[in-house]
């Protein structure tokens, strides 16, 4: 009797022991797996917004490459109305053409620099560059004025350097107008919503003019 009750109480300490001892390692595991979980969240959500997968690191371990089949993310467009004026007098003869165009501006990101995600307990921290314009798209042009001078004619050139002066101005209204920065906080309120977590999600953006 005393025998069984000895070896109950042995089995009882070394049981007691190894739950003990494995406790710690149950629970790092899992700690990893968790942040192995948001890993794949996180490149899941940028493959979903912008179909890119970006260099993906958890605890100084690179779990994912950046990889991408695009090289622009164009994340938000703004309309932009542009007129300018060419006057031009040579011999006492002048000619006047101005022009007002209409323009599609987009904003967005370079996929083509370095996007990366580093998670680590207790914190997530997103990399990628700065919001630009992507691009300026003429929808439209309406002639205002189009005056020849009597041996000042308007010519083909000066028509396309007019065209080229409103594109010109139409983008340096859509950098002033603030549209990069709209695209960097649109960017951010898809990536929350993707990326459903308790764990704080920092986003650094990074100057896009930097060397690669």
Not at 148 to 167: C, K, M, R, Y
Request: charge should be negative; aromatic fraction near 8%; hydrophobic fraction near 45%.
């Amino acid at each position: 009797m005393f025998l069984l009750l000895g070896f109950a109480a042995i089995w009882g300490s070394v049981f007691i022991f190894e739950r003990c001892v494995s406790l710690p390692v149950r629970t790092a595991s899992g700690a990893v797996d968790e942040l192995e979980r948001l890993g794949r969240d996180a490149r899941n959500a940028f493959v979903e917004i912008a179909k890119v997968q970006p260099r993906v690191t958890i605890n100084q371990r690179v779990y994912f490459e950046q990889t991408t089949d695009v090289a622009e993310l164009a994340v938000i467009s703004q309309r932009i109305e542009a007129e300018h004026e060419f006057l031009h007098s040579w011999a006492g003869s002048s000619k006047r053409l101005r022009l007002h165009g209409t323009f599609t501006a987009k904003a967005g990101f370079d996929l083509r620099r370095e996007i990366g995600v580093q998670v680590d307990p207790g914190q997530v921290v997103v990399r990628l560059p700065h919001a630009q314009i992507l691009g300026v798209e003429q929808n439209a042009v309406d002639v205002l004025a189009f005056e020849n001078g009597f041996w000042n004619p308007i010519s083909g050139g000066d028509v396309q350097a007019e065209l080229a002066t409103l594109t010109k101005l139409a983008t340096e209204q859509a950098r002033e107008s603030g549209l990069p920065a709209e695209a960097e906080q649109k960017f951010r309120t898809q990536l929350a919503e993707r990326l459903k977590t308790t764990v704080p999600v920092q986003v650094n953006f990074y100057d896009s003019n930097a060397p690669r």
